[in-house]
Structures are given as structure tokens and as C-alpha cells.
């Protein structure tokens, strides 16, 4: 595992809607992990092993992040705000931001006293962010509407193999398919392996439409991240017994395919690889049910990072489960043939 790429990628900004300047950091960093690195309209970053090959097995993690957007600017040069994705509005009162603008990053506070303290139905548009402009006009010289906030926060490495930062989700799943990829190349494949780092994925989906509609792969697998029911997570009854640092989450769910869930458990164990199971009823509410429905239908599975906090500023998961589902991912795209039988019974 390359800890410093992995730092990097949890240091960029990426809000959905502004994923360039990370995509093009995993774009430069797969020139030579790949037989082929290419890049879309949307700027979904793709690497490729045996592009020519006819079986194909797509992994999708995503770039983007949730966040804030400039929505308008007060009288004052307080820049109001609009939420990007699934944002908990009360994270944000009394911390540093990170504006990124077409001339680069600039800072903020997000104002906070004690009344916004003890609104406990706190709204997006209900914050405020100081850059330190004088009125509108000024701010206006530095931000326009439709730039992107993020929380200013640092990565950390914690006690016991964990890591500590904003936007884990899903920046660690980009990692880990492109990782697995990399890892995949070292030892050997025989059908066509496609990573891709999508866009959009927190908003639209528009990503991994585009991407599994021109692979048109013959299995999809969605890498991101999960709750767990450790330390503040939800309860055990809603998905299962789901723990930090106890290996990679495999999910059954009536879309996902069994076939591909097993030849996952069978890679696992042949790497004497311990995996966690979560249970989900509806939709995954990642990119596999995005792939899922692309062409004339794609089976997928769904392998997740256990990941406390979720969507909050300090998200904490293990570097130990992320080495693991590289490792995990890199023996199924291994042990994928052409003549692979995707249909559940002989007929």
C-alpha cells in the first residue's frame, strides 16, 4: 500500500461537481500500474489491464466528496451556502473551511455563537462563512457562486492501525481499485480488469453511468464504505455486527449477485482472509446500483470499509481493512475467467 498517495488523495478537495484536481493526481499515478489510463468527459479516471480482452470485470470506487457550494453572498461578504450531498449542517459552526475557487484555495471560519449553538435544527442555508471580506464587492474579487467548501482538516494516524480524516468516504474505495488494479497487473490476469474512479457518485450517479455503459462490463463490483456498529455507529439490528479493523464488508442485498459474493468469500479464504458480512433490504445507495442497471443489466457486489462517523469531518477507519480489500480485490480480478457462468442455475 502507498501511504503517502493514499495521504494525498484524503488531502485534495473534491466536492461532487469539482473532482478534477483529484482525478488527475490518481490519473498521473496509474501511468505505469496499467496497460491503459483514460479519462472521460465527466472526468471519471479509468485503468485498464487487457483492454482487448472480451470478459470484463469493472471495480468503481468514487472521487467525490459531500460538501458545501457558494449559493450567495451577503451584504457584509458573508458567503451563504448551499449542502453538496449528505452534509450534517451542525458539523459546521466554529470550523475552518477551505474555499476552492478558480484561482486557487482561499480560507474561511463558519460563524457560530451560542443561539446557532442551540439551533438543533440547523440548515445549510443557515450558515455563514467569514473570508475576512470587507462587503460583497470584495468578497466578490475572490469567490463566485457555485465554488465548492470543504471543512479544513489534516489526516492522522491513530492508535492500532487506524486513520483518522474527512471524506474517507469514498476516497479510500478510488484507492483501493486502483491499488487492486496495480497489484493485479504483478501477478497475472486473464481477463479484462477495468478501475475506475468516478465522479458524482454523492449527487448524481452520473459517473459510473457513464463508465459502466462504456465498459459494459460482465460483472460490476462497488468498493466504498459502510457504517459500523462500533463506537457511536448504528445499531447492530439494522445491518449487523460491523467493526473497524475486522476486515472488508460484503453485502447481501436482493440486487447483488450471490455468484459474485461467493467468489468473493472463496477469495478470501483462500488468503486466509477474515471478511465481515452486512445485511442491506433497498438499494445499496452506492454506484452499484448505479452499474447495476446500465446495458442490458450488469450482476455486481458490493465490498465496503468499515468507517465510524460517516460524512462527519473526523472519519476513522482501519489502514489494516484497506490493505485487506486490496489484496481481496486483486485475487478475484486473478481468478476471473472468460467462461465464468453468471447465471444462478443450469437451465
Known amino acids: 500500500m502507498n501511504k503517502d498517495f493514499l495521504r494525498e488523495l484524503l488531502s485534495t478537495g473534491s466536492v461532487s461537481g469539482n473532482e478534477v484536481n483529484l482525478e488527475k493526481k490518481i490519473y498521473d499515478y496509474m ?13 471519471n479516471v479509468m485503468a485498464i489491464l487487457r483492454p482487448e480482452a472480451s470478459f470484463k470485470v469493472l471495480y468503481a470506487g468514487h472521487a467525490d466528496e459531500i460538501g458545501l457550494m457558494v449559493s450567495a453572498i451577503g451584504s457584509d461578504g458573508t458567503l451563504m451556502v448551499t449542502e453538496i450531498g449528505g452534509i450534517y449542517p451542525t458539523t459546521y459552526p466554529g470550523h475552518k473551511v477551505r474555499i476552492y475557487t478558480r484561482n486557487g484555495i482561499i480560507y474561511g471560519a463558519v460563524a457560530n455563537s451560542r443561539e446557532i449553538a442551540k439551533n438543533k435544527e440547523l440548515q445549510a442555508s443557515d450558515l455563514r462563512i467569514d473570508i475576512g471580506a470587507k462587503n460583497r464587492d470584495d468578497a466578490l474579487k475572490y469567490v463566485e457562486l457555485g465554488d465548492t467548501v470543504t471543512f479544513d482538516t489534516d ?31 504483478e501477478k497475472g490476469v486473464s481477463i479484462g480488469c477495468y478501475a475506475v474512479a468516478t465522479t458524482g457518485e454523492e449527487t448524481t450517479g452520473n459517473g459510473a453511468y457513464f463508465a459502466a455503459s462504456r465498459v459494459k462490463p ?8 459502510t457504517y459500523t456498529s462500533d463506537n457511536c455507529g448504528i445499531s447492530e439490528a439494522v445491518t449487523g455486527d460491523i467493526a473497524v479493523g475486522k476486515g472488508p464488508v460484503l453485502c447481501n442485498n436482493p440486487s447483488i449477485h450471490k455468484k459474485v459474493n461467493a467468489w468473493l468469500r472463496d477469495a478470501a479464504k483462500r488468503l486466509g482472509m477474515s471478511i465481515q458480512i ?45 490493505q485487506d480489500c486490496i489484496d481481496l480485490l486483486a485475487e478475484f480480478f486473478v481468478s476471473c475467467t472468460w467462461d465464468m457462468n453468471l447465471k444462478p442455475f443450469n437451465a
Open 278 to 322: 452486512e445485511a442491506a433490504s433497498g438499494h445499496t445507495g452506492t454506484d452499484g446500483d448505479t452499474m447495476h442497471k446500465t446495458g442490458i443489466g450488469v450482476p455486481f457486489a458490493l465490498v465496503s470499509i468499515p468507517v465510524r462517523y460517516m460524512h462527519n469531518p473526523a472519519e476513522v477507519c482501519s489502514l489494516k481493512d484497506i
Open 155 to 185: 489526516v492522522r494516524e491513530l492508535l492500532n492501525d487506524c486513520i483518522c480524516g474527512r471524506a474517507l468516504d469514498d476516497r479510500v474505495g478510488a484507492f483501493i481499485v486502483m491499488e487492486a488494479l496495480a497489484k493485479a497487473r
Open 31 to 43: 501511468q505505469d500500474k496499467a496497460d491503459l489510463v483514460e479519462v472521460d468527459e465527466l472526468g
Open 218 to 225: 460482465n460483472i460490476a463490483i462497488a468498493v466504498d464504505v
